[in-house]
C-alpha cells in the first residue's frame, strides 16, 4: 500500500546556507501538494473499508469476528516530515552564520575605534604601554575627554559669564539664573549641580556634557 502515497523529493544542499527562501517556499509547496494527494487516497481507502465491513456484516453478520478485526485495522496517512526536520535546521544555521557576522562585524568595530582611542591619547602625549595599553585606551580616552569637556565649559562660562540652565532647576519660586558651571551650587544655593555625561561607552569620539541637579 506504501505505494500510494505521494512524498515531497527535496534536493537539499550539503551546506544549508545554500538553501535560499525560495527554495524553502517550493518545497513548502511540494509538502502542501503530496498532502492534499494523500488525503485524497486515504479518503478512498477509508470508503474501501467501510464498503468491506459493509460486505462483511451481509455474509458473516455484524457480531462476527471478521467484522470486529476489520473495525480494528486502521489505515494512517504518512506523516511528511521531512520539511518539518529540514527547515528548523536551515534556519538555526542562519541565525548562527548571522551571529558569527555579527561578532565580527562588532570586533572590527572595536579594533577601528580603539586605533582612534590610542590616536586621541597619542595627540595628547600619552605614551602607550606607559600611560595606556590596548586593553584600556578607550577607557582612558573617555575619562580625558570627559575631563576636557568640563574645563572647555567652565572656561566657556567663565569668560561668557553667563549662567546655564540645568535638569533639576527648580528652586522654589527663588530668583535663580541658574548655574555658573563650576560652584557646587546654582546661583541662589538652592540646588546642588553638577556636570554629567551621556551614557556612551565611546564618549570620547562624540563627547557631551550636560548639567545636571541633585
Not at 575627554?145 to 522654589?172: P, Q, R, T, V
Amino acid at each position: 500500500m506504501s505505494q500510494l502515497w505521494k512524498y515531497p523529493k527535496f534536493n537539499v544542499p550539503s551546506n544549508l546556507l545554500e538553501v535560499t527562501d525560495e527554495m524553502l517556499s517550493e518545497w513548502e509547496k511540494e509538502n502542501k501538494e503530496c498532502d492534499e494527494f494523500n488525503k485524497s487516497i486515504l479518503k478512498t481507502l477509508i470508503e474501501m473499508k467501510e464498503s468491506v465491513i459493509a460486505s462483511s456484516k451481509n455474509i458473516w453478520g455484524n457480531d462476527s469476528n471478521v467484522v470486529k478485526y476489520l473495525h480494528k485495522q486502521s489505515i494512517n496517512k504518512p506523516y511528511l516530515s521531512q520539511l518539518d526536520y529540514i527547515k528548523p535546521r536551515v534556519l538555526k544555521v542562519r541565525e548562527d552564520e548571522n551571529e558569527k557576522l555579527y561578532n565580527i562585524e562588532r570586533q572590527q568595530k572595536h579594533f577601528e575605534i580603539c586605533g582612534k582611542a590610542i590616536k586621541f591619547l597619542t595627540d595628547r602625549n600619552k605614551i602607550i604601554n606607559i600611560d595606556f595599553n590596548i586593553d584600556n585606551a578607550i577607557c582612558i580616552a573617555n575619562k580625558i575627554a570627559y575631563e576636557e569637556a568640563i574645563y572647555n565649559k567652565k572656561k566657556e562660562l567663565s569668560e561668557s559669564g553667563i549662567f546655564i540652565d540645568f535638569n533639576g532647576h527648580n528652586c522654589e519660586d527663588r530668583p535663580c539664573r541658574g548655574w555658573d558651571g563650576s560652584s557646587h551650587r546654582c546661583e541662589c544655593g538652592n540646588r546642588r549641580v553638577s556636570w554629567e555625561s551621556n551614557d556612551n561607552k565611546y564618549f570620547f569620539l562624540e563627547p557631551y556634557i550636560y548639567a545636571q541637579a541633585y
